[in-house]
């Protein structure tokens, strides 16, 4: 089978990471995968939620959208709907899980993921470039002596996978999204440790076998992602 943009099954496409892409903001990158582009925001506040306040800890949060155009067709603005609430909250619960809050003291980071074009994958490039921002953002907070290290446990990066026409492919673009038969997203820790596994049957149901095939192929490409943010961030952690 060959793939619509000439990639082989077990290939990512191409990545590019541009950090420090928003002037304002404490942590920012432009991540591109392939045609599809978001751009990942950090920002600190000096608060933390109701549930935290006398506690020491702190928080990492996240917020999803797209703007109108991002698409093929015009998304309108103010209309949030349960998918963004959902990613928004696996972008959250992806970061919280290798941040030593802990280790922030009582302030929050807020994740803003805004997709300007989207081709299948936003939420996946979502985890993998905020993970850059929220680490520029800490780094900023140890430079103001706030904090001694960077309280990061791992890096994390997420990518998809599925099954079309019988055979299992990485990355998949919109094109072959909306044509899997299977469909799956996979959050994973540098250490080879899941945090979440999306995955669901569009037009065929799947077996043990082809899992465990789509998770190998899934680590493949988060270890290339890690690779690429570790090499970013060298000057850093």
Known sequence: ??????????????????????KYAEGSCLIELGNTKVICTATVEENV?????????????????????????????????????????LVGRSLRAVTEMKKMGERSIWIDCDVIQGDGGTRTASITGSFISLVDALNKIKRSGLIQDIPIRE??????????????????????????????????????????IQGSAERKTFNKDEMDKLLTLAKKGIDELIATQRNLLKDVI
Do not use: H
């Open 155 to 196: 890096f994390v990066a997420a990518t998809s996978v599925g099954i079309l026409k019988g055979i299992p492919i990485l990355d998949l673009n919109y094109d072959e999204d909306s044509q899997a038969e299977v469909d799956m997203n996979v959050v994973m820790t540098e250490k080879g440790e899941f945090i979440e």
């Open 1 to 22: 089978m060959a793939r619509s943009d000439g990639r082989d099954f077990d290939k990512l496409r191409k990545v590019s990471i541009t950090r420090g892409y928003i």
């Open 49 to 89: 939620p109701p549930f935290l306040k006398g506690s020491g800890n702190g928080w990492v949060t996240a917020e999803y959208g797209m703007l109108p155009r991002s698409c093929q067709s015009r998304i309108p603005r103010g209309k949030d709907s349960g998918r963004t609430y959902e990613i928004q909250r």
